[in-house]
Every structure is written in C-alpha cells, then in structure tokens.
C-alpha cells in the first residue's frame, strides 16, 4: 500500500509562485509513474502533469505548459510541482496520484492507484 501526502498549497495573486510537494511511503516510489491532478469547484477533476518513473519523460496539460514544473527525487520517496506565473483559473484542489508498479504511462485519472488528500491552492486576481 502507498499512501501520499500533499503540502504546499495556499493562497498567492496572480503571477506569483507556489511549490507543491507530494510525499509517498513504500518501497515502490521508484517505480511508480506520479501525476498531479486538480479539481476545480463544480468541476471534473483534471489532468495537470505527470512523470516516468526515472522522471525521464514528462507529460503536461496543454493549460499549464511553459509555467509548470514536475519533478521527483526518488531517494526522498517525494514528488514536485513548481507552479509559475500562476493565474486565477488555477485555483483547485491538488491532487498526487501514484501508479502501481509496472503500469504503462498515462494521463487519465484510470491510470493512477493511489491518490492523496489534496492541497488547496486558491490564486487572487
């Protein structure tokens, strides 16, 4: 069982920073494909961005790119979402999500076997 554990979330205006950090128990970490999700009010939960296992290859939602980072240090078992130029339409819930060992990457929320609580991020105009 894996169980993850967001933080880093709150309240910034627009154009400003946020880092998120997802951290992840079990021995599996490494081999895991790791994403982050949000969820709006009223709204699906949606795609942000994912990564590989060796974090060699990343996936992001078209809505983020350019201004979103993710990445992992696996020795940390923790996973990272650097959010930049951040805009009012980026207020969610965040969500990190981990994949059981020997899935194939993807980018649905079907993909992902274990999720975390969610970290509030709300962005001020």
């Known amino acids: 069982q894996v169980q993850l554990v967001e933080s880093g979330g709150g309240l910034v205006q627009a154009g400003g920073s946020l880092r998120l950090s997802c951290a992840a128990s079990?021995?599996?970490?490494?081999?895991?494909?790791m994403g982050w999700f949000r969820q709006a009010p009223g709204k699906e939960r949606e795609f942000v961005a994912a990564?590989?296992?060796?974090?060699?290859?990343?996936n992001y939602a078209y809505s983020v790119k350019g201004r979103f980072t993710i990445s992992r240090d696996n020795a940390k078992n923790t996973m990272f979402l650097q959010m930049n130029s951040l805009k009012p339409e980026d207020t969610a819930v965040y969500f990190c999500?981990?994949?059981?060992?020997?899935?194939?990457?993807?980018?649905?929320?079907?993909?992902?076997?274990?999720w975390g609580q969610g970290t509030q991020v709300a962005v001020s105009s």
């Open positions: 999500a981990a994949s059981k060992m020997g899935r194939l990457f993807g980018v649905r929320d079907y993909d992902y076997d274990y």
């Open positions: 990564l590989t296992p060796s974090g060699g290859y990343t």
């Open positions: 079990g021995r599996t970490f490494s081999s895991s494909n």
